[in-house]
C-alpha cells in the first residue's frame, strides 16, 4: 500500500523516499555500467590478446572482432597450430569503472604526457571562469529584459519577436564571427555561451514573471501602490524564487554550451583536455573529465537548491525542489 503512494499524481515523497530514488537515479546506470563492462556474455564484442599462438599479425595487448578471433583459432587449429589465447573485451572506448575511478585520481596527480598537456584541474578552472563570465553577462542583460517583457505588454512585443527568432539560430554559427571580432581567445568563447542563454534567457524570465498571480497586482493598486512602484515592490519580491530557479536550470544549459564554445578560436579547457586524451585513446581520462563536469554541475545545482531554502524560507517548492 505504501508502494502505490510513489505514483500518485503530484503526491510529495516523504523524505525516505525521495533519498531512496535519489541513491537509485545513480545507482541503477552504474549496475548497467557495470554488468556490460564486467560480465562476458552481455556484450564484449572482442577479444584482448593475451598469446597471439601462430597468428603473425595479432599481438599481446590487442583487441580483435570476435568473429576474426574465432576464425584464426580455428584456422590454427585446423592447421595444428598453435591457436591465439584471449579473454573477452569491450572496444577501447568504453572502459570499466574501476578504470575510470582510477583516473579521476591519476588525472589529478600525473603530470602530462606531453609538453603541450595541460592537468585536469587547470583544465577545469579554466572552463569555469569561462561559464561564470559567459553567464553573467547573460543574466546581467536577460534577466532585466526578461522581467519588463513579462510585466509590460509594450515591452514584450518590443522585445519577444526578435528574441523569438534569433533563438532559432544556432550560436556555434557566430563562431568565425566571433573570433574576428573578439580574438581567438577566452572572448569568443563567453560570447558563444551569451548567445546560446541570453535569448532563451529573456523568454524563460518573461513566461514566469507573466505567472504572478493578478491578485497580488489589484491588491497593490488598491492598497495605493503607485504604478512605478509596481515593479521593485510587488512584480519582483512576488516572482523571486521562481526568478533564482529559472536561473539554476539556465545555468545548467550555459555548461552544454561549453564544449561547442571551447571549440573556437584557441582550444582551452576541460575540451582541450578531453582532446588531447582522446587523440592518444586514453578513453578512461576522457570518461573522468567527462563525469566530473557533471560532478561539478550537480554539485553547484545542489548548493545554490539549498541556498534557495535559506533565501526563500516560504517557497514550499524550493524546499522540495
Known amino acids: 500500500m505504501k508502494r502505490t503512494k510513489w505514483f500518485q499524481v503530484r503526491k510529495?515523497?516523504?523524505?525516505?523516499?525521495r533519498t531512496l530514488f535519489g541513491i537509485l537515479s545513480f545507482v541503477v546506470p552504474l549496475t548497467i555500467w557495470s554488468l556490460v563492462s564486467y560480465v562476458p556474455w552481455i556484450w564484449h564484442p572482442q577479444v584482448l590478446?593475451?598469446?597471439?599462438?601462430?597468428?603473425?599479425?595479432?599481438?599481446?595487448?590487442?583487441r580483435a572482432n570476435r568473429a576474426v578471433f574465432e576464425q584464426e583459432v580455428e584456422t590454427a587449429i585446423a592447421n595444428g597450430a598453435a591457436p591465439p589465447e584471449g579473454r573477452p573485451a569491450n572496444p577501447v572506448y568504453l572502459p570499466a569503472p574501476h578504470e575510470v575511478a582510477t583516473a579521476f585520481y591519476t588525472s589529478f596527480t600525473a603530470a602530462p604526457e606531453t609538453r603541450d598537456g595541460v592537468w585536469l584541474h587547470e583544465s577545469l578552472w579554466h572552463s569555469i571562469q569561462?561559464?561564470?563570465?559567459?553567464?553573467?553577462?547573460?543574466?546581467?542583460?536577460?534577466?532585466?529584459?526578461?522581467?519588463?517583457?513579462?510585466?509590460?505588454?509594450?515591452?514584450?512585443?518590443?522585445?519577444e519577436p526578435f528574441t523569438e527568432f534569433f533563438r532559432y539560430l544556432p550560436a556555434p554559427a557566430f563562431g568565425a564571427l566571433a573570433v574576428a571580432i573578439l580574438g581567438i581567445y577566452d572572448g569568443p568563447k563567453i560570447a558563444i555561451i551569451v548567445i546560446g542563454t541570453l535569448f532563451q534567457q529573456i523568454l524563460i524570465i518573461a513566461n514566469t514573471t507573466r505567472q504572478l498571480d493578478v491578485a497580488l497586482v489589484e491588491?497593490?493598486?488598491?492598497?495605493?501602490?503607485k504604478r512605478r512602484q509596481m515593479l521593485p515592490r510587488v512584480v519582483i519580491p512576488g516572482v523571486l524564487p521562481n526568478l533564482y530557479r529559472d536561473q539554476r536550470i539556465l545555468l545548467g544549459w550555459a555548461w552544454t554550451y561549453l564544449i561547442v564554445a571551447e571549440l573556437i578560436g584557441t582550444s582551452t579547457g576541460i575540451t582541450w583536455f578531453i582532446t588531447q586524451q582522446a587523440r592518444y585513446q586514453h578513453f578512461a581520462n576522457v570518461y573522468a573529465a567527462i563525469m566530473m563536469i557533471g560532478i561539478i554541475g550537480l554539485g553547484a545545482d545542489m548548493a545554490l537548491a539549498k541556498l534557495g531554502t535559506r533565501l526563500f524560507p516560504w517557497d514550499r517548492t524550493e524546499a522540495t525542489s
Open 12 to 17: 510529495p515523497l516523504s523524505p525516505a523516499s
Open 49 to 62: 590478446i593475451s598469446n597471439p599462438g601462430s597468428v603473425g599479425y595479432l599481438k599481446p595487448g590487442m
Open 130 to 159: 569561462i561559464i561564470f563570465w559567459g553567464f553573467l553577462i547573460s543574466s546581467l542583460i536577460g534577466v532585466p529584459l526578461g522581467i519588463l517583457s513579462g510585466a509590460y505588454p509594450a515591452a514584450a512585443r518590443m522585445t
Open 219 to 225: 491588491a497593490a493598486l488598491t492598497l495605493g501602490t
